[in-house]
């Protein structure tokens, strides 16, 4: 098993390596096959969309992902050829796209509409437009991710994982400290709310 972790690891980067060559989008064809052509990631719900993202904050995950500070097998295999220049370039190609925001059904989001806008004082929990914006475009200058379209699955995914301290990229522990006064139907119903924000 082992051996093959090792050999999957070996292919991806030699792949990885030989495909960031270029301009972003050429960089960024490799990402493709899970982030979408266009940085909307339409096959599996648990994948990121990238379209329209911040490059400051793509560009701190990948950093992250390279240093083995955010695990995923195959994000840190991804990441582990690319240069600070092949970074850059990459993030400023899905930075310049338009996310696609699906539909959502309005059924199971009042809760979220309500956490996103103004918290839950009760758990202290602050309200998510408080850094993320009243719209889900995020905050460059701060590095807080635009969350506006991004899928539910995947954004309950993430919120699951600062909660149970899995994920720890979050400087000063803002989003552990959120994370872990959520409760799970706070989570499914916030991450569903954010995925029809524009």
């Known amino acids: 098993m082992k051996t093959s972790i090792k050999i999957l690891f070996l292919g991806l980067s030699v792949l990885s390596a030989a495909c960031f060559a270029g301009?972003?989008?050429?960089?960024?064809?490799?990402c493709s096959a899970c982030h979408g052509m266009d940085g909307n990631s339409m096959v599996n719900p648990e994948w990121p969309s990238l379209a329209g993202q911040h490059a400051s904050y793509v560009v701190a995950q990948l950093k992250a992902f390279k240093a083995g500070e955010r695990?995923?097998?195959?994000?840190?295999?991804?990441?582990?050829?690319?240069?600070?220049?092949?970074?850059?370039?990459?993030?400023?190609?899905?930075?310049?796209?338009?996310?696609?925001?699906?539909?959502?059904?309005?059924a199971g989001t009042e809760l979220g509409a309500k956490l996103y806008r103004g918290g839950n004082a009760a758990t202290g929990v602050p309200a998510c437009m408080a850094c993320h914006g009243p719209n889900g475009a995020g905050n460059p200058g701060s590095v807080y991710p635009a969350l506006r379209g991004q899928q539910a699955t995947y954004t309950a995914l993430q919120l699951n994982a600062y909660k149970s301290g899995e994920r720890a990229t979050d400087a000063g522990a803002i989003m552990r400290t959120i994370a872990a006064r959520l409760s799970a139907e706070e989570i499914q119903s916030v991450s569903k709310f954010m995925q029809g924000l524009h």
């Open 23 to 30: 301009d972003g989008k050429t960089k960024a064809m490799t």
């Open 71 to 106: 695990k995923n097998v195959n994000m840190n295999a991804m990441a582990a050829p690319l240069s600070e220049e092949d970074m850059q370039d990459i993030a400023d190609y899905y930075a310049s796209q338009t996310i696609k925001v699906s539909s959502v059904d309005a």
